[in-house]
């Protein structure tokens, strides 16, 4: 019930173009779903986060997308750039618990 | 801001010697910390966490003996991997929680341990 599911194990992308990537769960209780991204040899960087209060939030190019019923929350990276080429994790956690991270997604922006 | 430190960023190190990882929080204290390993393009698998003044508490699996923890301040926390082994070889990062807002967790760098 702790598991945090994420798909697209890997994702290729023209410059330009949307990356969606999505994250699944089952804990109910879960009330906070950052997004981290990170770089080869570097630490994870929270990106974007969103309470199960909205359906959306969106910080620039990146908009996350929460459906509660569903238990389903999804990445969107608009205008994808080369730079944004590294791993994504998607995970969630509540108070008193620990972050539970999704399996990641290398994503990849070609120019 | 909220700067999370580490250091040795790399450290290679024989079979059987200890290895000392040090993680600072730069602007905030942080009364809960926490210690994940990494393996290559593999989520993070947290080993502990550890509070301020009190002992850490391990993960179902990870040897408390051998992956010491010590948080001595609101500012440092330590990982000593002891009696390291090439399975020991692998990416350490840490996090700092920032005040009482569990969710404010920031992650260091990482440490490249690499046993030979």
């Known amino acids: 019930q702790q598991q945090v599911k994420q798909s697209p194990q890997s994702l290729i992308v023209q410059k330009g173009g949307i990356s969606i990537i999505n994250c699944a769960y089952e804990?109910?209780?879960?009330?906070?779903f950052p997004w981290y991204q990170q770089f080869p040899g570097k630490g994870p960087a929270l990106l974007i986060a969103i309470r199960p209060d909205v359906s959306e939030k969106k910080e620039g190019r990146f908009t996350i997308s929460f459906n509660k019923s569903a238990k389903q929350f999804s990445l969107h990276i608009m205008d994808s750039q080369p730079g944004d080429s590294a791993t994504y994790f998607c995970a969630a956690m509540t108070s008193g618990s620990r972050l539970t991270f999704g399996e990641g997604t290398q994503l990849t922006v070609n120019p | 801001g909220a700067v999370v430190s580490q250091h040795p960023s790399r450290v290679i190190c024989k079979s059987g010697t200890s290895v000392k990882i040090e993680c600072r929080s730069l602007d905030f204290q942080a009364t809960t910390m926490f210690w994940y390993r990494q393996f290559p393009k593999q989520s993070l698998m947290l080993m502990a966490t550890s509070n301020e003044g009190s002992k850490a508490t391990y993960e179902q699996g990870v040897e408390k003996d051998k992956f010491l923890i010590n948080h001595a301040s609101l500012t440092l926390s330590t990982l000593t991997v002891t009696s390291a082994h090439p399975e020991d070889s692998s990416f350490y990062i840490c996090?700092?929680?920032?005040?009482?807002?569990?969710?404010?967790?920031?992650f260091g760098p990482g440490t490249r341990l690499t046993v030979t």
């Open positions: 996090s700092a929680e920032k005040g009482q807002l569990y969710y404010e967790q920031y």
């Open positions: 804990n109910t209780a879960f009330d906070y």
